[in-house]
């Protein structure tokens, strides 16, 4: 398998854009997890999926931000509009077996500069 | 806000040393992992230990688990210039499946 796919690895964008970043989690991984990084915050979970549902959005920073997850393998996360604070590097990652007791698999992450 | 954190924040020794990193969190959890990231990579596991656990093994790293101080310590023996990385800690808490990074620890080993 060639892992947790994330497009694109490097998106720059005008403030006041409309961002979509994708994830194509490990075949067969049921839970899917967007996480943010930034040297000031470190790594925020954003939103997990489970079996295709959003089963917590909490981290969600605001309604700029929205995520869909369609079909097992594929989802998005999806920021309208932009703003520089939200140049980060967001992650993508699965885990098998409904999560419980299993690792998770990250994707290389999208590097996110808004100018 | 964040479960797990890890101390020290950086730690820089010579190749050959042993490294070892703290983690403290805040809740009852249902297991804990350790995570490693090198610079502009994704997040790859590294060990997971249960609740129920006390201590467990891979190869040269060694994790302990003490639920009744909330705490943890990941050891890696013999450090390699190829560990320089930094390194989280991540706790599973609850009924879900909602996964808690700390803010890591920078681990630099001088070969």
């Known amino acids: 398998d060639a892992g947790v796919i994330q497009s694109p690895r490097h998106e720059v964008t005008e403030m006041g854009q409309e961002v979509t970043l994708r994830c194509k989690p490990i075949?067969?991984?049921?839970?899917l997890f967007w996480y943010r990084q930034t040297m000031m915050r470190g790594l925020e979970l954003l939103i997990y999926?489970?079996?295709?549902?959003?089963?917590?959005d909490s981290g969600m920073p605001e309604d700029r931000f929205s995520a869909k997850m369609p079909n097992a393998s594929f989802s998005t996360l999806k920021i309208q509009p932009s703003e520089p604070r939200d140049s980060a590097v967001y992650f993508c990652a699965s885990r098998r077996g409904g999560g419980r007791d299993t690792e998770a698999f990250f994707g290389q992450g999208t590097r996110l500069t808004v100018v | 806000s964040q479960q797990g954190e890890e101390d020290p924040q950086a730690l820089s020794i010579q190749e050959g040393e042993n490294a070892t990193m703290n983690c403290s969190y805040k809740?009852?959890?249902?297991?804990l992992q350790w995570y490693r990231q090198n610079s502009g990579r994704g997040l790859v596991h590294l060990i997971l230990?249960?609740?129920?656990?006390r201590e467990k093994h891979s190869g040269r790293l060694r994790v302990t688990l003490d639920t009744s101080k909330k705490s943890s310590s990941l050891l890696i023996t013999a450090s390699r210039a190829a560990d320089t990385a930094s390194y989280f800690c991540?706790?599973?808490?609850?009924?879900?499946?909602?996964?808690?990074f700390g803010a890591g620890t920078r681990l630099f080993v001088k070969a």
């Open positions: 999926f489970n079996n295709n549902v959003p089963i917590d």
């Open positions: 075949s067969g991984h049921n839970s």
């Open positions: 991540a706790t599973d808490a609850g009924s879900g499946f909602k996964t808690i």
């Open positions: 809740t009852s959890i249902n297991n």
């Open positions: 230990i249960r609740s129920n656990e």
